[in-house]
C-alpha cells in the first residue's frame, strides 16, 4: 500500500489548492482515506475523509465552508481543494488510509482519528503568503 502527495509549495493568500493523494494497494471500495495537517508547532488537523460513496469534512472555524475533496477511481487519486487560504494554512498536509473506515463528520473530529489510519503518504507542504 502507498500514498503520495502532491500538488503542495508557496501559494498567495487568499487563492485556492488542489492537492493530490495518489494510491496504490488498495481500492475505494475497501478503504476510507482521509487528510491530514500539521502546522509547526500543533498537533494533527483531520480536514476531510472520502470514500466512494461518500465524504466527510471538518466544521471547525478553521476550515469551515472552505474544503472539497474528490475522488477519481480512474487515476486511483483523491483530491483535497481548499480555497480562501490563509497564512495559517501553512502545514504538511498529509493523507492517510483507514481500511473499512467509515467516514462520517463524528469520527473526523474524534481525538482518536490520527490513531486509526492504517497507512499513511510522506506529506507535502503548504506554505502561504500573506
Known amino acids: 500500500v502507498q500514498l503520495v502527495e502532491s500538488g503542495g509549495g508557496l501559494v498567495q493568500a487568499g487563492g485556492s489548492l488542489r492537492l493530490s493523494c495518489l494510491v496504490s494497494g488498495f481500492t475505494f471500495d475497501d478503504y476510507t482515506v482521509a487528510w491530514f495537517r500539521q502546522a509547526p508547532g500543533k498537533e494533527q488537523e483531520a480536514i476531510a475523509c472520502?470514500?466512494?460513496?461518500?465524504?466527510?469534512?471538518n466544521p471547525a472555524d478553521s476550515l469551515k465552508g472552505r474544503v472539497t475533496t474528490s475522488i477519481d477511481n480512474a487515476k486511483n487519486t483523491v483530491y483535497l481543494q481548499l480555497s480562501g487560504l490563509k497564512p495559517e494554512d501553512m502545514a504538511v498536509y498529509s493523507c492517510?488510509?483507514?481500511?473499512?473506515?467509515?467516514?462520517?463528520?463524528?469520527?473526523?473530529?474524534?481525538?482518536?482519528?490520527?490513531?486509526?489510519?492504517?497507512?499513511w503518504g510522506k506529506g507535502t507542504l503548504v506554505t502561504v503568503s500573506s
Open positions: 492517510a488510509a483507514e481500511r473499512a473506515g467509515v467516514c462520517t463528520v463524528q469520527r473526523l473530529t474524534g481525538p482518536r482519528y490520527y490513531y486509526l489510519m492504517d497507512y
Open positions: 472520502t470514500t466512494r460513496t461518500g465524504d466527510a469534512t
